[in-house]
């Protein structure tokens, strides 16, 4: 998805540098939460609406595969708990 900033624009904003964006793009690295967080605050509201889309596309994608992998019901039960309070603290930084 191309949203029309420079990979030096995007790690400016992300406070990042333009390495790791390269990297993010490439898929080697992912982002920090808080890096996600100061980039959707930085943006134009489309551009941050088609950012969450694209992101809560790929949580959801990686939470089904990790969930293959938890078999045992005590370690989904910790998975589930820390997703949460993830979430919980993502959308109280997105409120600030």
Request: glycine residues 6%.
């Amino acid at each position: 998805m191309s949203l029309g900033y420079a990979v030096k624009d995007v790690a400016y904003l992300m406070g990042v540098s333009p390495s790791a964006v390269s990297r993010y793009i490439h898929g080697t690295l992912t982002p920090s939460p808080n890096s996600l967080c100061r980039l959707l605050m930085g943006v134009e509201d489309d551009i941050r609406d088609k950012l969450l889309i694209t992101t809560i596309g790929e949580f959801w994608k990686t939470l089904r595969q990790a969930l293959e992998y938890i078999k045992n019901e005590v370690y989904l039960k910790e998975a589930i708990e820390y997703l949460a309070d993830e979430i919980s603290r993502l959308i109280e930084k997105l409120h600030r």
